[in-house]
């Protein structure tokens, strides 16, 4: 099986823009999770969706959004780009809720001008 | 809250070296307990789980016990390579949540 895939996979934006990431899970799964990666906060849980609906949500203010399709593709959007979300965002994806092991995708490197 | 503390790196040995990396966590009820690793420019891999205490986990010579006496999952491997070289990330997820809490990372470096 294809593992996640996460596009793109490199981003540079400026302040005060927003941006979409995509999440493209494994085959079969059905819970897509995202996460934020700094070198001063580590990994943060950023939400979780399964069914297309968010089922858990970090503590990440409400620029931080998302979605997931029927075929279970999620996005996540950031509005209003500050310096400080510069970050490797993570997907990861797991066959149901309550699962234990989720897998990860390749990140996406977004940098903030 | 749920937390996971790890010990602090960088973390340099000589190739075949001895490796133990500490994770003490804070979790209500029985969590599982993860550890992944992540290669420089890529993601996070699973290395290896465990879902209740006493469990072992197991994978590429590394190892880990489930200690719910000292609330532990202690990461250990017998004889490093220079390809273990890499970032490894000490987890826990509470029962039927797909959220992680992480440790900080200890980023070891092997050298020949």
């Known amino acids: 099986k294809a593992g996640v895939t996460q596009t793109p996979r490199y981003l540079i934006k400026t302040r005060g823009q927003q941006v979409t990431l995509s999440c493209s899970p494994i085959?079969?799964?059905?819970?897509v999770s995202w996460y934020q990666q700094t070198p001063g906060q580590g990994l943060q849980f950023l939400f979780e969706?399964?069914?297309?609906?968010?089922?858990n949500k970090g503590n990440f203010p409400g620029r931080f959004s998302g979605r997931q399709f029927s075929n279970s593709r999620s996005e996540m959007n950031v509005s209003t780009l500050e310096l400080g979300d510069s970050a490797l965002y993570l997907c990861?994806?797991?066959?149901?809720?309550?699962?234990?092991?989720?897998?990860f995708g390749p990140g996406t490197r977004l940098t903030v001008l | 809250g749920d937390s996971v503390t790890q010990m602090e790196g960088p973390v340099t040995l000589s190739e075949e070296a001895f490796l133990t990396i500490n994770c003490t966590y804070t979790?209500?009820?029985?969590?599982?307990l993860f550890w992944y690793v992540q290669y420089p420019g890529e993601g996070l891999q699973l290395l290896l789980k465990?879902?209740?205490?006493?469990d072992k986990g197991s994978n590429k010579g590394f190892e880990a016990t489930y200690r719910k006496e000292t609330t532990s999952f202690h990461l250990e491997k017998g004889s490093v390579q220079v390809s273990d070289s890499a970032v490894y990330f000490c987890?826990?997820?509470?029962?039927?949540?797909?959220?992680?809490?992480f440790g900080t990372g200890t980023r070891l470096t092997v050298i020949p």
């Open positions: 085959s079969g799964h059905r819970s």
């Open positions: 969706y399964f069914s297309e609906t968010q089922r």
């Open positions: 465990a879902t209740k205490a006493d």
């Open positions: 987890a826990l997820s509470r029962a039927g949540a797909n959220n992680l809490f």
């Open positions: 979790a209500t009820g029985y969590p599982s």
């Open positions: 990861a994806s797991s066959p149901h809720r309550g699962t234990d092991t989720q897998y």
